[in-house]
């Protein structure tokens, strides 16, 4: 079982950080009535929203019914999930409580998903039971309705001299050896991600390569890129990639450039380095799915093999951050249109991305109603109304 799973709090005392939140949330639940506001939670990811809800539930005697609302995002599916909640407090019986929480309600975020928020409204606002939810984003103006209507409680990034703390204590409770300069490393690249702090502490003693037991350090700066594109072996380059001092997608984007503009690589090998890129980033997509923080291995491994033994240089690209994000952040819309429709069409990748995806763009692109109907019958949200007909520019 992962490390974070194991520790995960029980009591809403046993939490680390955002004390006053947390104790706001328990005052909501004790006093909770008939009529009574829900609440709301935002704040990044790890830093303990749906554990204090857990927590503050199963200490009030609530038995908690969970619901990702990012996977339910029309009226309809909604209304089929929690209708029978609404309609009906006793579902588990007549002397249970019962807490609904929806999570990631951020993921209604899009346009198709207005009739979703709309029953979301109407639901906690018509609920004879507690409500709680939480997304991942703050001040969203597409969640303004739902924050007018909720208590809302923002959570912050855990500060990381006490997740080093956090961190010394269960290593002493584990019998896990590392040294005060690794926890101090893990708090201070983990942004303030409790959950991810334990999963990069559980990764690291799991593959043996404990930084407290290796003369190997931390590091963040060209240097470091330089060190990894002039790796000599795979085996190197993977070790070096996992000193790198940066996130998941960081990492991917860090050599992104050095790839897509080296002139020494055929048209081939540039293609199947941008494929390994492309299945890393659909790994981290996975692992923060599934919190199977095990997979860093294999992500670490699919970058090295995009760049090793290529002779690529660091490129230092004159396009500016902002646009370089918006073009890699397009790439990933495509790579998900290009999984899912050429599935659904039974053609392969790139015969949709050559010629299916063009066509929908000029097709869209004079047919806003037809656009429309689409975005709504596949479900589709703002990336892809944005991207799509930006290809028949």
């Known amino acids: 079982m992962m490390l ?4 995960r709090p029980k009591r809403i005392s046993e939490i680390i950080g955002n004390e006053r939140a947390r104790l706001e949330l328990v005052k909501w639940l004790k006093n909770w009535k008939i009529g009574s506001k829900a609440v709301l939670l935002t704040g990044p990811p790890g830093v303990g929203k749906s554990t204090s809800i857990y927590a503050v539930a199963r200490e009030f005697g609530y038995t908690v019914i969970e619901y990702n609302a990012s996977d339910v995002r029309t009226r309809e599916k909604l209304k089929g999930t929690l209708g029978p909640a609404l309609i009906n407090a006793s579902i588990l019986g007549s002397d249970e409580k019962l807490m609904v929480f929806l999570d990631e309600v951020d993921g209604l975020s899009g346009r198709s998903d207005y009739a979703g928020s709309e029953f979301i409204l109407d639901f906690i606002e018509n609920s004879r039971i507690p409500v709680a939810m939480a997304a991942n984003v703050e001040d969203d103006p597409k969640l303004k309705k739902i924050e007018q209507k909720s208590i809302v409680l923002r959570f912050k990034a855990i500060d990381a001299q006490l997740l080093y703390v956090y961190l010394k204590a269960v290593s002493r409770r584990e019998h896990i050896k590392s040294s005060e300069a690794a ?3 893990i708090a201070a690249n983990s942004r303030g991600d409790v959950r991810f702090a334990l999963n990069l502490l559980q990764s690291i003693v799991a593959e043996d390569a404990s ?8 590091f963040s700066d060209a240097s470091a890129i330089d060190a990894i594109l002039g790796a000599n072996t795979l085996e190197e380059a993977v070790a070096l990639f996992r000193q790198f001092d940066a ?3 960081d990492r991917i984007r860090a050599i992104y450039d050095s790839v897509v503009s080296a002139k020494t690589l055929s048209i ?5 380095a941008l494929d390994l890129m492309s299945d890393a980033d659909i790994l981290v997509a996975r692992i923060n799915r599934e919190q199977n923080w095990r997979l860093l291995r294999y992500f670490d491994r699919y970058l090295a093999l995009a760049i090793c033994v290529k002779n690529l240089k660091r490129v230092d690209s004159s396009i500016p951050w902002n646009l370089k ?3 890699w952040n397009d790439g990933r819309v495509i790579r998900g249109l290009q999984q899912r429709f050429s599935e659904i069409y039974h053609v392969g990748k790139s015969d949709f991305s050559d010629f299916y995806l063009p066509y929908f763009s000029y097709y869209f692109k004079n047919n806003p109603k037809a656009f429309e109907a689409f975005i709504s019958r596949y479900e589709l949200g703002d990336p892809e109304r944005r991207v799509i007909p930006k290809i028949a520019k």
């Not at 974070?4 to 520790?7: D, I, V, Y």
């Not at 930084?211 to 931390?218: E, G, L, N, S």
């Open 325 to 327: 994000l918006a073009i």
């Open 247 to 249: 996130r998941p997608y």
């Open 4 to 7: 974070s799973e194991r520790l």
């Open 211 to 218: 930084i407290a037991h290796t003369d190997r350090q931390f």
């Open 183 to 185: 926890l101090d490393k």
């Open 268 to 272: 081939e090998v540039k293609s199947k």
